[in-house]
């Protein structure tokens, strides 16, 4: 029973990771339709910065906001200069740059920092809070900091006002120019918060599984499936995924199939929810009258 | 009183085709003036082109200083709201949110939350229902929701794209009365767009009409409505 707590604790750590990854996802397919697959690799860049900080003798903290910045002007920089112009292209032209914006980051972050397997540190070392054999600090601590992105996020869309533009500007661009709102920049934005969330949740995950270029591709992975698991347009549902994987993924690892199907897990999830339910489970049906 | 809008060999375009041809009006200030003409003829698309929506040719002057070119959102900016066709509510955001963003680009914090509340006065029913999400209410409630949303812009011009649209003759009349009200008391200068020529004619001081995207009529609206060709084809008497 101890070692199945443990197993289902663990899964809600990995699970808020996979929760952020989903958000990052469902943030910029909200406004665009598109489901960004370099959202991993700019996760893990954004965690080698961090790392290089840390390594340079920044503090924990210190590092840990810096990124988020960089992440978020990156992430915005990365939309006005690479995305705008096929703004209006066929998708077929942004999964490519999506693409490609996967290889360059993987492989810059490659030639930069090197291939070699890294530590990163935990902000949570063992015993900074009360770590019993359920849960260790750096599991409590990610799960804290999950939250609190939640609810960050959450206060920013439905009290501030730039969070209802936004809201505004992915329901609907043309009422949203009228009313004033600079509906480019509002994508610009959800650009940037997800590569914010995204490198937010690299530092988070870095301590359990190392910091290698390839670190967040089969975290993407859990991310999408929990998406779709939620409701690839649903922000809570997207989230709700995230945790119910991360569980899944780990006790069905432990008890059924072995740690070296797990990936698998994910993989089944997206095929049989594309197709037995494609909206997931609390996704917005959309009808159209033909 | 001057005039506040002035076009002047105004073309607009879908992707190749054109629709208006040369097409010229002034709008006075404080005034009401509508563009009457049968469906196709470039009504919508004409308050499109103001706002700069669509691809033009030609210039529009607000107050004299030129707004063509300009993006839709800066346009907006110097004053001019648009309730466009399928009035442009965000029928997933709440009555209130829908208000809100309508003050989006105004600094003025206090006077935006003083500016609800008096349209919470005006319509009482957009106040009952301020928590509800806009695309729940009527046709009625939305359309005034829609003009709502337009004056929180405390826009110098209210370009109206077809109030009457889908709406019970009652209702039609209620939305006319608070526009004639909105011209009376907050001085706004309205450019209406109406099918229904004759409600028209009766609220606005000067009139257009378009014909396969030119002006082939202008004047005032009295005198439109006495023009034997627009009472034969549009009024139907």
């Given at each position: 029973m101890e070692a199945f707590l443990h197993q289902v604790f663990s899964g809600l750590a990995t699970g808020g990771i996979y929760a952020s990854m989903a958000l990052a996802l469902v943030m910029i397919y909200q406004s665009t339709h598109h489901i960004n697959f370099s959202q991993g690799e700019m996760a893990t860049f954004c965690t080698f910065i961090?790392?290089?900080?840390?390594?340079?003798?920044?503090?924990?903290?210190?590092?840990?906001?810096a990124t988020v910045?960089?992440?978020l002007v990156g992430g915005m920089a990365i939309q006005r200069i690479l995305l705008r112009p096929v703004e209006n292209a066929p998708i077929l032209t942004n999964v490519i740059v999506f693409i490609g914006l996967l290889v360059i980051f993987n492989s810059t972050a490659g030639w930069i920092f090197d291939h070699t397997i890294k530590a990163f540190p935990s902000p949570f070392p063992r015993g900074t809070f009360f770590d019993t054999q359920y849960f260790s600090s750096h599991e409590i601590g990610s799960i804290m900091v999950t939250l609190l992105v939640l609810v960050a996020l959450y206060v920013f869309f439905r009290f501030t006002p730039l969070g209802l533009a936004m809201r505004a500007a992915a329901q609907n661009p043309v009422s949203s120019r009228l009313v004033g709102i600079r509906v480019s920049w509002m994508l610009a934005l959800g650009w940037g918060l997800a590569a914010a969330i995204g490198a937010i949740a690299g530092m988070m995950v870095a301590?359990?599984?190392y910091l290698d270029p390839n670190m967040m591709a089969g975290?993407?992975?859990?991310?999408?499936?929990?998406?779709?698991l939620g409701g690839i347009d649903n922000p809570w549902g997207a989230v709700f995924g995230g945790f119910v994987v991360g569980v899944l993924e780990n006790v069905l690892g432990a008890y059924v199939i072995g740690t070296e199907l797990k990936l698998t897990v994910a993989l089944v999830l997206i095929v049989g929810v594309?197709?037995?339910?494609?909206t997931g489970l609390f996704g917005k049906v959309v009808v159209t009258r033909v | 009183m001057g005039a506040i809008l002035q076009a002047s060999n105004l073309d607009a375009f879908y992707g190749p085709t054109q629709v208006l041809f040369g097409v010229g009006f002034e709008l006075r200030e404080g005034g009401i003036t509508t563009?009457?003409?049968?469906?196709?003829a470039g009504k919508t698309t004409t308050l499109r082109a103001v706002c700069g929506m669509v691809r033009t040719a030609g210039e529009v002057r607000l107050k004299g200083e030129r707004i063509d070119g300009k993006a839709t959102e800066d346009i907006v900016r110097k004053g001019i709201a648009h309730v466009p066709d399928g009035r442009g509510t965000f029928t997933a955001l709440t009555v209130e949110e829908n208000l809100r963003l309508g003050g989006y680009v105004r600094k003025d914090r206090d006077g935006v939350a003083a500016d609800i509340e008096r349209l919470y006065e005006r319509f009482p029913r957009l106040k009952e229902r301020r928590r509800q999400q806009a695309g729940t209410l009527s046709g009625g409630e939305q359309q005034m929701l829609a003009i709502s949303r337009a004056l929180m812009l405390r826009p110098r011009l209210l370009l109206l794209d077809e109030p009457s649209f889908g709406l019970a003759p009652l209702i039609v009349k209620e939305i006319f009365e608070i526009m004639r009200t909105i011209n009376r008391e907050d001085g706004v200068s309205m450019l209406l767009v109406e099918q229904n020529a004759s409600l028209a004619l009766d609220l606005a001081d000067h009139a257009y009409l378009l014909e396969t995207g030119k002006v082939v009529i202008a004047g005032s609206a009295d005198a439109i409505k006495n023009d034997e060709q627009v009472r034969r084809s549009y009024l139907g008497y």
């Open positions: 961090a790392w290089a900080l840390i390594e340079t003798g920044f503090p924990y903290w210190v590092a840990f906001f910045a960089i992440g301590p359990i599984v975290i993407l992975l859990y991310g999408f499936a929990g998406a779709l594309l197709t037995l339910k494609p | 563009i009457l003409g049968a469906n196709g």
